[in-house]
């Protein structure tokens, strides 16, 4: 399509300027991570699709670089897929974190586009996260997109990508998901070892 790339382009200048003018939540997160590390916690990053996959990029990247526990459920697809397969697809988060012992030094890091929804029954996997993370009284923080969702409503600290244009909201919020734990994770306050490059 004609002008795809510059208009993609432009929206993503939209939303880096107004995460520029806005970065107290991000900061935010980087304090709660400082936290669950100073506390001896663990960081549990979880997601769905393609944040799934920015889930586990992730958690490289906070074990590598900032010396923090993190893991992601997704990492490990022979135990996801029994849970749904057994259990249903609400329970491939919360089950794991059970075994896990979430608990209240730890800290959810919710990726997705929408966060959850209860209403319209979708990502509820996240949904029953959070509401595992809230029962055990672990931190939680996320970085979604439209409205925020679930995510939005309950985290401790949140970042909602907005959505100059909803045609594009799921690769601008993942894009952005991969730019704002790379800020994170190259902090001052989190990192502690350098990049090879």
Same mark, same amino acid.
């Given at each position: 399509m004609n002008g795809h790339t510059e208009h993609y382009l432009h929206i993503s200048t939209l939303i880096l300027k107004w995460l520029a003018d806005k970065p107290e939540d991000i900061n935010k997160m980087i304090n709660i991570v400082k936290w669950?590390?100073?506390?001896?916690?663990?960081? !549990?990053?979880?997601?769905?699709?393609? #944040?799934?996959?920015?889930? #586990?990029?992730? +958690?490289?990247? !906070?074990?590598?670089?900032?010396?923090v526990e993190a893991y992601t459920p997704t990492d490990n697809i022979s135990e996801l897929t029994a849970r749904a397969n057994d259990e249903g697809l609400n329970t491939i988060f919360t089950?794991?974190?059970? +075994?896990s012992q979430l608990? %209240?030094? %730890?800290?959810? !890091?919710?990726? #997705? +586009?929408?966060?959850g929804n209860v209403e319209k029954h979708v990502s509820?996997?996240?949904v029953e996260a959070i509401n595992l993370a809230k029962q055990r009284k672990a931190k939680i923080i996320g970085i979604v997109g439209r409205d925020g969702g679930y995510t939005g409503q309950y985290a401790d600290a949140c970042v909602i990508?907005?959505?100059? %244009?909803a045609a594009l909201v799921t690769p601008h919020t993942e894009g952005m998901q991969a730019l704002i734990w790379h800020l994170m994770a190259s902090s001052p306050l989190l990192q502690e070892n350098k990049t090879k490059w």
């Open positions: 669950t590390k100073l506390n001896n916690g663990r960081l !549990f990053i979880i997601g769905l699709g393609g #944040s799934a996959g920015n889930a #586990s990029h992730a +958690v490289n990247d !906070f074990r590598k670089l900032c010396n089950g794991w974190l059970k +075994v608990n %209240d030094k %730890d800290c959810l !890091f919710i990726l #997705s +586009v929408g966060g509820m996997a996240i990508i907005p959505d100059p %244009d």
